[in-house]
């Protein structure tokens, strides 16, 4: 991994800027933090409310994400606070978060992270923490302690999984007191913390330790097979993405029984080579790479075996049989773990992996659904590189409930804004244009529908990517732009469809495409929009058409 620092970028910034800075560098790194994840931090000087010297922490906030964070996501908490509680064998959770409340430098700025105090323990002026996968990767396997030597001799000090927390960051402060040489402390199955005496020492301690277990990566790779090779031979692509659009209305009722979702379906290389492999069956039944995953994820994937792949029913069959049985054992999960009285929102799946075909993340809209499927590509990484150096760990179930469930981490969630009138749903407007068909797409945006407007391709060409752009700008939800005549769903129109999407611009809008293809097909609307829409041009069909949704 390549460190990203420029001074020239660096120079005449503050300490605060500086930290400003690195975060992001850090967070455009999606190997080393993804969505929400990771926490970094400075010590400085500053003036308390009354104007005497103080010094201060300025921790990231909880739920802010370090690729686009601000100053103003740094509360600054006093560090005298902070330290006092060293004297403490145990604190509480809530007693925590209400403590450090009153230890605010600006009583209205956002809560700081859950790990502020393993920031606060460290006497080091930055301290950056990560949940890097490479890292990850080395501690996520029953040989963890004898790789970490192999890799790092004694420079680091791994501590064994502990939920974030008061007694995780006692226990650093402890080890870093009886090992002050140390260069980093590694939270097995969690992540890394490095530190330094400048923002930029600490950032270039991260990108050295992540570089080192990246190369011992790379050199166990080498001639090895991933997941034990093929079990099943994969469609290629374009009947695999047939089949997928054949299965998504049916997998979508399945996942939303309980709350409509909206899906993403994926086979980018290595989802494949992962969902055809002899060995995804079990790595999807041990857990995952780090814990804050599982706010998306789940502690588990479904895992459908399928006996053809090419086979639409076949397909169908075996995920409705394995989302039965991931139903039965989460519900048994969590059942078996809840003791604090927690809510049950939905037993269903957020990532079935389907033998030979892919993937589909399911989330509440396109952008969680592809963070769902983001994540998991990173942990379809860490597997294949944990299981090149053993058996592949992660925590338990009791130690994965305690996270899926704790309130702290359910809170990020409930920063989210509320959810919209139209939330969770998918729209179809044919004769999009202009009129009625693009004043009634952009009013179901607005009110949080995932919308498809059909507009004739010269149209497109005259707009070109920027319309899809200021379209979903306008509403905040997914716009796509489909030609009118074209059926999505193969052959000749098939072809059109591709060539439309490549048209439309760069990957990110491309696969915007992909998300609203799989789920408005998902509503059922579209095979029967899209042959209805030549009688029809001017009329508006959402859901199962008719402005029924
Ligand atoms: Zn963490």
């Given amino acids: 991994m390549n460190s990203r620092w420029s001074d020239g970028d660096a120079q005449g910034k503050s300490d605060l800027d500086l930290l400003v800075y690195?975060?992001?560098?850090?967070?455009?790194?999606?190997?080393?933090?993804?969505?929400?994840?990771?926490?970094?931090?400075?010590?400085?000087?500053?003036?308390?409310?009354?104007?005497?010297?103080?010094?201060?922490?300025?921790?990231?906030?909880?739920?802010?994400?370090?690729k686009s964070i601000q100053k103003k996501d740094f509360p600054g908490v006093r560090m005298d606070d902070v330290l006092a509680l060293l004297d403490r064998q145990d604190m509480g959770d809530q007693e925590m978060v209400d403590y450090l409340a009153h230890a605010l430098q600006e009583p209205a700025s956002p809560r700081p992270s859950i790990e502020t105090l393993l920031?606060?323990?460290?006497?080091?002026?930055?301290?950056?923490h990560t949940h890097a996968d490479a890292v990850v990767s080395l501690t996520n396997n029953d040989r963890s302690r004898d790789v970490l030597r192999e890799v790092y001799g004694d420079e680091v000090i791994a501590l064994s999984y502990r939920r974030p927390g008061f007694l995780i960051s006692?226990?650093?402060?402890?080890?870093?007191?009886?090992?002050p040489s140390a260069r980093a402390?590694?939270?097995?199955?969690?992540?890394?913390?490095?530190?330094?005496?400048?923002?930029?020492?600490?950032?270039?301690?991260?990108?050295?330790?992540?570089?080192r277990a990246?190369?011992?990566?790379?050199?166990?790779?080498?001639?090895?097979?991933?997941?034990?090779?093929?079990?099943?031979?994969?469609?290629?692509?374009?009947?695999?993405?047939?089949?997928?659009?054949a299965?998504?209305?049916?997998?979508?009722?399945?996942?939303?029984?309980?709350?409509?979702?909206?899906l993403f379906f994926d086979d980018a290389p290595p989802v494949l080579e992962f969902a055809a492999s002899r060995e995804a069956d079990a790595l999807c039944r041990i857990g995952p790479a780090t814990p804050d995953h599982t706010i998306f994820t789940k502690r588990l994937p479904c895992f459908a075996p399928v006996t053809d792949p090419s086979d639409p029913e076949a397909v169908r069959a075996g995920v409705t049989a394995a989302v039965e049985r991931f139903v039965t054992d989460y519900t048994a999960y969590f059942e078996g773990h809840n003791t604090e009285g927690a809510k049950l929102t939905d037993p269903f799946p957020r990532v079935i992996v389907v033998g030979g075909l892919g993937l589909f993340a399911a989330g509440k809209d396109r952008r969680t659904a592809g963070i769902v499927d983001d994540i998991y590509h990173h942990t379809i990484s860490v597997l294949g590189a944990a299981t090149s150096f053993g058996g592949y760990v992660s925590l338990s179930a009791r130690e994965a409930f305690d996270v899926e469930y704790w309130p702290l981490e359910l809170?990020?969630?409930?920063?989210?804004?509320?959810?919209?009138?139209?939330?969770?749903?998918?729209?179809?407007?044919?004769?999009?244009?202009?009129?009625?068909?693009?004043?009634?797409?952009?009013?179901?945006?607005?009110?949080?529908?995932?919308?498809?407007?059909?507009?004739p391709f010269r149209m497109q060409e005259l707009d070109g990517h920027g319309a899809g752009q200021r379209?979903?700008?306008?509403?905040?939800?997914?716009?796509?732009?489909?030609?009118?005549?074209?059926?999505?769903?193969?052959?000749?129109?098939?072809?059109?469809?591709?060539?439309?999407?490549?048209?439309?611009?760069?990957?990110?809008?491309?696969?915007?495409?992909?998300?609203?293809?799989?789920?408005?097909?998902?509503?059922?609307?579209?095979?029967?929009?899209?042959?209805?829409?030549?009688h029809e041009q001017r009329a508006a069909l959402f859901g199962k058409a008719r402005g029924e949704f």
């Fill in 170 to 179: 006692r226990e650093v402060a402890t080890v870093f007191a009886a090992h």
């Fill in 185 to 211: 402390i590694l939270l097995e199955k969690h992540g890394t913390i490095c530190w330094g005496a400048s923002v930029k020492d600490a950032y270039e301690a991260t990108i050295e330790l992540i570089s």
């Fill in 471 to 534: 379209a979903s700008a306008e509403g905040g939800a997914v716009h796509a732009w489909v030609d009118a005549t074209c059926n999505p769903l193969g052959g000749e129109d098939g072809a059109k469809w591709q060539t439309a999407r490549q048209r439309l611009g760069n990957g990110d809008y491309v696969r915007e495409h992909a998300v609203v293809l799989v789920s408005k097909v998902a509503s059922g609307a579209a095979e029967a929009a899209l042959n209805l829409v030549e």
């Fill in 411 to 455: 809170y990020k969630l409930s920063l989210a804004p509320p959810e919209k009138e139209l939330a969770r749903r998918i729209a179809l407007v044919t004769g999009g244009a202009s009129g009625i068909g693009r004043a009634a797409a952009q009013r179901l945006a607005a009110e949080g529908a995932h919308v498809l407007q059909q507009i």
């Fill in 119 to 128: 920031h606060g323990f460290l006497p080091a002026s930055a301290v950056i």
């Fill in 22 to 66: 690195a975060s992001r560098l850090i967070g455009a790194e999606t190997t080393l933090v993804v969505w929400g994840g990771g926490n970094t931090s400075i010590k400085q000087d500053e003036r308390d409310h009354r104007g005497r010297p103080t010094r201060v922490l300025r921790v990231k906030g909880s739920g802010s994400d370090l």
């Fill in 214 to 245: 990246e190369e011992a990566i790379a050199h166990r790779a080498k001639g090895r097979t991933r997941f034990g090779g093929a079990a099943v031979v994969s469609p290629a692509a374009e009947a695999r993405r047939r089949v997928a659009l």
């Fill in 247 to 262: 299965v998504a209305p049916h997998v979508r009722g399945l996942v939303g029984k309980s709350r409509r979702q909206v």
